[in-house]
């Protein structure tokens, strides 16, 4: 049996090597703002290793998206940092990944780990908005004295850009008058079919980043988060949305964050490994060779 390369995806050199790749895989192993559950740190590393046992080869689009090269950098941050130094920090590795033409897949850590990078595509793609997934709204201007903690992201990035929200269950009151009418989705009236998706899709200008919060699927099928929520999304609404917005939309980033991984519980693990896989191959398209 070879060794397996502790890279995403567990790639050979000629598939992740960081001049020819296409894709970087940005790990932020942040979880100093959290507010209940700790081990978000964990995820990053949690989500490479799930990853390296996810089959390369894509069913759906008959098609092997590594092909088109994932490079694996090293972790952004140490230890626990004020959380405005790692905003900083994480806006300018993104920024650095960006002036490379490389597409940057951001690994959480806690939800406040996409506020640089957030702001570093922004800078880059002018009307560019923000599609957020996530049970949570997050659009506190402040929490425990701080603007950049994990449930301050959607406010920090509404100040650079439009956001649409999807899967929006829990929020305070306080929030409220932040909303945008006929911006947020609540999960409870996404249940039942998919018509949504399109009204979703409509509401994006033409370039999007996307930003994934865990806890937007069902702790059924991912209760490894630290604040978990009832009433989520399944996998096959999220890939849907997915399949959809990186059809008909441009998607120039990505991040998944607050994976907090449960001991001897290795399916969640796998399914973002294998969300962040089908995604790519989405927005990437087939290639086979």
């Given at each position: 049996m070879s060794e397996i390369i502790d890279n995403f995806g567990g790639l050979p050199p000629e598939h992740s090597n960081p001049a020819d790749s296409r894709v970087v895989v940005l790990p932020v192993p942040y979880d100093l703002t959290s507010t209940w559950m700790k081990g978000a740190d964990k995820g990053p590393q949690a989500i490479i290793k799930a990853s390296q046992t996810v089959e390369l080869y894509d069913i759906e689009t008959?098609?092997?998206?590594?092909?088109?090269?994932?490079?694996?950098?090293?972790?952004?941050?140490?230890?626990d940092e004020p959380p405005e130094k790692m905003v900083e920090t994480v806006r300018g590795k993104v920024?650095?990944?960006?002036?490379?033409?490389?597409?940057?897949?951001?690994?959480?850590?806690?939800?406040?780990?996409?506020?640089?990078?957030?702001?570093?595509?922004?800078?880059?793609?002018a009307g560019m908005s923000v599609l957020q997934l996530d049970a949570h709204s997050d659009l506190?201007?402040?929490?425990?004295?701080?603007?950049?903690?994990?449930?301050?992201?959607?406010?920090?990035?509404?100040?650079?850009c439009p956001i649409t929200q999807v899967g929006i269950r829990s929020m305070d009151l306080s929030e409220k008058p932040s909303m945008v009418p006929g911006q947020v989705f609540f999960a409870e009236r996404l249940q039942g079919g998919t018509s949504w998706i399109e009204d979703v899709v409509a509401r994006l200008t033409d370039q999007v980043y996307i930003t994934i919060d865990l806890d937007v699927f069902d702790p059924a099928v991912m209760p490894s988060t630290g604040t978990p929520e009832?009433?989520?999304?399944?996998?096959?609404?999220?890939?849907?949305?997915?399949?959809?917005?990186?059809r008909r939309k441009t998607v120039v980033g990505l991040?998944?964050?607050?994976?907090?991984?449960?001991?001897?519980?290795?399916?969640?693990?796998?399914?973002?490994?294998?969300?962040?896989?089908?995604?790519?191959?989405?927005?990437?398209?087939?290639?086979?060779?």
């Open positions: 008959d098609s092997q998206v590594h092909l088109h090269g994932i490079y694996t950098d090293q972790p952004a941050v140490q230890g920024a650095a990944h960006l002036a490379n033409d490389k597409f940057v897949v951001l690994l959480g850590g806690e939800h406040s780990v996409s506020i640089g990078a957030i702001q570093a595509h922004a800078s880059r793609f506190r201007e402040e929490y425990e004295g701080s603007r950049y903690n994990h449930a301050c992201v959607m406010a920090r990035a509404r100040e650079l009832p009433g989520g999304l399944l996998w096959y609404d999220v890939l849907a949305l997915m399949r959809a917005v990186c991040d998944v964050v607050e994976m907090c991984p449960v001991k001897g519980a290795w399916a969640p693990e796998f399914l973002a490994a294998k969300l962040i896989f089908k995604i790519l191959t989405y927005k990437l398209g087939a290639r086979t060779c």
